[in-house]
C-alpha cells in the first residue's frame, strides 16, 4: 500500500507492507481522504517526527474489513479521531483528556496518508460515525478540528451574549468562528492577511485588520461598550498576536491559548494579575466533544464549503508547501476513489 512518509524536510510516497487485521479487534479501512492538520504542519516543520513516520489523523474511510462489537460493517464510510482517553486516570478525571497517558498512546496505524489504515475497536467504540450523506467528504473530514473547536469553547465557559474575538483567521480560526456562531456567541476576528478577512467577513464573522493596533483596539472596544472582549481565541502562534490579545480583552477576561507560538513567548505577569485575566490552554478533544463535533456537522450548522484545497496523495508535499506559505486555508489529501 501506498504511504506518504516524513524524511527530514521532505514526504515521499513508498510503498509499505500491507496490513490486513490478523484476528485482531477494530477494522482496516481504505482512507478515501484525510484532512492535513496544523499540528502535521508543526510536526514535519520542526522534525518532531522520526523519519519513515506517516502523518495524518483527520480520516475519511471505508471500511474493508472488520471484526468488532459494534454496529459498524463492511462498506461503512466513517470518520474516526486518533487518541481515547481512559477516563479513570487523575487528568481524566479533571477533564484534561489529552494530558492522559493512554489518549497519547492510542493512535490509528501508521497514519492518516495511507491507503490503508488499521482503526482500533477502542476508537470504533469511541470516536468514530458514520459519514452522513448531507455532507462531502471534505467537509465531515472537519470532525476532528471542530472538536478541538468545542473543546476550547467550553473551556472559557462563556455566559450568553458575550463576546469572542478570534485572533488568527487561517482555517482554524475560522472554524472556531464557526463553531461559536452555532453555539449562539458574538464573534469577532482579526487577522494581517486581507483575503483571510474578507473570507471571514463572508462567513459572518466581523472581521478586521489588527495591523495597525491602536486603530483595531478601538474598534473593538467600541463593538463591546468599551469593554473589550470577553475571551479571546489564539488561533495565531505569532509572538504579535499577543499584544493583540492583551489590547483587545477585558479587564476580567479569558485568553484560550490554541497554539505555539515560535519563541514561546508568554503572557506578562503584570497584565495577568492587575486585570484579572484568565489564560488558558486547549489541546486535543475528548469522545464528548467529538460527539457535539459530528452533531453540529451533520446538523449542516457549521459551513466549511470554502476551506479546503484537494490535492492527491503524491501531490501530498505540494499540500505541505501551499499550507505554509498560506497560499490556502486547508488542504484535503483525496486518497482513494
Ligand atoms: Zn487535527
Ligand atoms: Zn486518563
Redesign the pocket.
Known sequence: MKTAQVYQDKIIIKEAEDITLQGRAGAIVKVLGCGLCGSDIVKFKHKIVHDGAVLGHEIVAKIIEINSDTDFKTGDIIVSSHHI?????????HGN?S?????KKTNIFPGGFSEKVFVSEEHLKNVAYKVPANLSYEEISFYEPLGCCIRAIKRCALMKDDTALIIGLGSIGLLMGEALKALGYRVFGCDLIGERIALANKMGIQAFSSKNLQEFTSIIKEKTNDYGADCIFMTSGADKAIDTALASVRQGGKILVFSSTPNNNGYPNNEIYYKELTVLGSYSPSPADLKESFELLSAGKINVKNLTTTYPLNQIQQAFDDTISNKIFKAYIKVSD
Open positions: 482517553p481512559c477516563g479513570e486516570c487523575k487528568f481524566c478525571r483528556v494530558m492522559c497517558t493512554h489518549f
